[in-house]
């Protein structure tokens, strides 16, 4: 983010850092309509093409390994990213946000990672994609060009619906959606159906992976092999948008 830090960016205590073989790493802070202050980390390899607004699952923060682990692929990718946390998270809480304060921290991320002067996606895991979704449906995210869901929560475990899906026809983004085929969270016959009903929309299926995109032994691959298939889907579809 730099030295711009107004208008909703603050900057956070820690410098800029670079590991040996990632992107570089800065973490800063974002103003959510004046009602909360959390935490934002920004991954940049060398050469980004795109800055992907990542938002993290309803049961885990932004540092969970699944986070660390999946922005270092992009970053390998070539696919910057911005992730943060939301409210509940920051205060240490378990029980997500209202959905209108987690859809205006979607907002303050995407607006924060507008300054980067980089094409813009958002998205994130399961409810952070969601809650994405749900924000753009409501109103356009400024700048961004496309949303990325790395695993849709389209209904509950066990009680295989279409209903969460249902505001998708009011976004007007070309969206992309990583699932696992075994995902629990995720029925793909519920899914593929609701999909071809709408414009601009790409499944990319990792076979055998589940919610969490863990793969089983037995399939030969391991979890990073997983992790890898899915960066590189999003910067395939990425240069398409």
């Not at 991954?43 to 932004?62: D, E, I, N, Q, Y």
């Not at 607006?111 to 998205?123: C, D, S, V, W, Y």
């Not at 790409?202 to 997983?226: C, M, Q, W, Y």
Request: aromatic share 4%; with cysteine; charged share 20%.
């Amino acid at each position: 983010m730099g030295a711009a830090a107004a208008d909703g960016l603050a900057q956070g205590g820690s410098a800029d850092a670079v590991s040996e073989r990632g992107p570089k790493i800065e973490e800063t802070r974002l103003d959510v309509a004046g009602r909360a202050q959390v935490s934002a980390i920004v991954s940049r390899p060398a050469k980004p093409t795109h800055l992907l607004v990542l938002a993290h699952g309803a049961g885990a923060g932004m540092r969970h390994p699944f986070m660390e682990k999946v922005t270092l692929r992009l970053a390998d990718a070539g696919i910057a990213a911005l992730r943060y946390q939301f409210p509940y998270t920051e205060a240490g809480k378990r029980r997500p946000d209202p959905p209108a304060l987690l859809q205006a921290t979607v907002r303050a991320a995407v607006e924060a990672a507008g300054r980067e002067g980089l094409p813009l996606l958002a998205g994130g895991k399961s409810m952070g994609g969601r809650m994405t979704s749900l924000a753009a449906a409501t109103e356009p995210l400024a700048g961004v060009k496309g949303l990325v869901f790395l695993g849709f929560p389209l209904h509950q475990v066990g009680a295989p619906s279409a209903s969460r899906g249902e505001h998708l026809a009011r976004v007007r983004l070309p969206m992309l959606f990583v699932q696992g085929s075994r995902d629990k969270m995720c029925d793909l016959d519920r899914l593929e159906p609701l999909l071809a009903g709408l414009d601009g929309t790409t499944l990319r299926v990792i076979e055998g992976a589940d919610h969490g995109f863990h793969v089983p032994k037995r399939s030969g691959r391991n979890d990073d092999d997983a992790l890898a298939e899915m960066a590189a889907a999003v910067a395939s579809w990425a240069g398409g948008v």
